[in-house]
């Protein structure tokens, strides 16, 4: 018997992604039911070979259901996540509402899988911000082989982690550009296209995005307290897949051989890196692939055991679906959610 999943976004860019990747990677489900707001309801969204009809999340029972898939944002799952694992379905959520609370792992299976133990005491496990989710895949194996003391990310970050309206804009304000049509922001602060946006989410007191705290935040939580993050938060004219510039400075000396080899042996990771035109990921390439590729490897001599990267991932992939089914299928995999109907049986 198999697993009852709800996906609850699922007319958003995230939710149809999760709903793909479910089917994709043949999630062991024997139903899958696609959830939002009352003004989609009737709505029809691909599951594989399927069409699913939407139902209103505020009227689903949940009684009966293994596993929530949640990528509604944060309101929506401040107030259901807890009633709905309150009614003993695991919820997986795509927002920032449960990420740092201490009582909700934070998880990415491919650097603290053995965490998702923790998810007993609420039913919520949190899945992080998508700038996050890659820079700690590739960050774990070299802590792992030389401890990391600091890291400084300037992060790429494509339109598509802003929604769909915010790709909707990207498109209308490259055709206005060549039609010579007036360009009139609405989604981001300035003009988007031909340019690029050092501002993500609100301003802090202490002059950082919102953005860029959750990614230091978050890699402390997910990978290592001690480890010093700093983050630059910048919006560009791409479509799909987040890019970062990743500079570390480790404990231990590590040279550009030793990192190549444990990246290229670490889950979750691919390396392309030959110096040579052409030799490296770019975000139009990674559109659609599960992996977070790793190119431009190279030594930071300006300070002791330093390295440089390149990171690039698919930001609702990686960043957020295929994260959120990845961690679904820890709990299966690990025996540690057993379906409701097999219980029933």
Known sequence: MGYKVAVVGATGNVGREMLDILSERGFPADEVVALASRRSVGTEVSFGDKTLKVKALEHYDFSDTDICLMSAGGDVSKQWSPKIGAQGCVVIDNSSAWRYDSDVPL?????????????????????????????VVALKPLHDLATIKRVVVATYQSVSGAGKDAMDELFSQTRAVFVSDPIEPKKFTKRIAFNVIPHIDVFMEDGYTKEEW???????????????LTCTAVRVPVFISHAEAVNIEFEKP??????????????????VDKHEPGGYITPYEAAGEDATYISRIREDATVENGLSFWCV????????????VQIAEVLVNRKLLQPKSQKAA
């Open 254 to 271: 590590i040279t550009v051989e030793e990192a190549t080899e444990a990246l290229r042996n670490a889950p979750g990771v691919l390396v």
């Open 107 to 135: 998880i990415v299976p491919e650097v603290n899988a053995d965490a998702v133990k923790g998810f007993t005491r609420k039913n919520i496990i949190a899945n992080p911000n998508c700038s996050t989710a890659q820079l």
């Open 214 to 228: 959750k990614v230091m935040a978050e890699t402390k939580k997910i990978l290592d307290p001690k480890i010093k």
């Open 313 to 324: 991932s698919d930001n609702l992939r990686k960043g957020a679906a295929l994260n959120a």
